[in-house]
């Protein structure tokens, strides 16, 4: 717990939970996209 991995896949699962109305969108939700270089989450489906 607390590795970088670890926080890494809960950004992504936070960003998901947001994408599907579960859950709030969060600070880091805009930085992935940014990061990723893509607009939506729709889009990072596409990724892997």
Request: no cysteine; glycine share 12%.
């Amino acid at each position: 717990e607390g590795s970088g991995y670890e926080v890494g896949i809960k950004a992504l699962r936070a960003l998901m939970k947001a994408y599907d109305g579960r859950g709030e969108s969060t600070l880091l939700s805009k930085t992935i996209l940014e990061d990723l270089n893509i607009k939506n989450v729709s889009e990072l489906m596409g990724l892997w």
